[in-house]
């Protein structure tokens, strides 16, 4: 095997495929980039055993064969010399990469050592445009679990409806609903993406132009220009919104988006190290204070552009939650509703339709 290449080309190949790269594991197979260099390209692909990235180059190839290097290291070194036209050789030592007048060997596993990565699927599949699937994603994924405690949780679920691609997701103190329109498919689908899949598609989205994602069983398939990504599903039943957010709420608030966000920014400074980031609202006919104390000083706070509906009650939150909704929405105004301070709060556009958060407060110590 042997080729030449533009090496910043390469670094970025190599930087997207070692996304699914393991990390901790004992098939040293999973850790590992595979070359496969034929006629007038190469093929980077990894696997990790649940994630699978294919990314396609030009090159000069000088002969043709396939190796494993170490995915991490390889990419890593790539990148530090992005700016040098490289020539890449195995021999039965390892591989071989020569830039400039210097060298560097890298150990390598035989190709027949990498796993096998299921077929890709070709029946169902739902078609969006690119950029309203980046922002599907970006409005949901972070409100996904991140323990294994409840691993379906650790996905975010998918389903179509009417011309209409919902996504829902939570870690069991908030859930995130958003949903977006659908360009075509082929019927009724619904999956639960791990999130880890989500964040890795969106990184390799590019324009608006319509994706389509294939799904087969427990196995989802998308291709965007040289990049192919397929994922295994998780498998169970996900928690229906219709079973968490309130039917009504007894009181709302209507605030500015940006004096809100520069609040609980300011709060959370002072609250650094609380393990909930505890703010308090106390939300009044006359508008809103927010509140903050800990060691390191407090914060009190009105909301001047503020507007309160209903019941006047004060509730103690999770700043860095709240932070995170109402930067995820984009309009001017945004709408907190609630019930009492134990009951789950919403946070949603005034104007916006499609993204909507739900979120636990947090018990007060009289």
Known sequence: MKFMCDGLVLADAAI????ACATKTLIPAYECIKISVKNDSITLTAFDG??????????????????CVNGKFFSDFVNKIADKQLVISYKENGMKIHYGDSSTLLPTLPAEEFPVIPA???????????ED???LIANTVFCCATDDSRPILR??????SEGTLNATALDGFRMAVSSCPLQGGSGYLKIVCPARTLTEIARILEGDENLKLYVEKNMLSVSVGDTVLKSKLYLGEFVRKEHIFPAAFTTKATVDRAELIDCVERAIVIMRGDKYNLIVLEIKTGGIVLQAQSDMGNVNEILEKSEVEGKELKIALNGKYLLEAL???????AVLSFNSPMSPYTVEGLEENGSEYL???????N
Request: glycine content about 6%; some cysteine.
């Open 16 to 19: 997207t495929v070692s996304k």
């Open 50 to 67: 649940e994630i699978s990235i294919k990314k396609t180059m030009k090159a000069e190839v000088l002969d043709e064969g396939e190796i």
């Open 120 to 130: 890709d699927p070709t029946q169902d599949y739902l078609e969006v445009k690119q």
């Open 133 to 135: 699937l980046k922002k």
């Open 155 to 160: 996905g975010c679920l998918l389903e179509t």
């Open 327 to 333: 930067k995820a929405l984009t309009g001017e105004k």
């Open 359 to 365: 979120m636990m407060p947090v018990k007060m110590d």
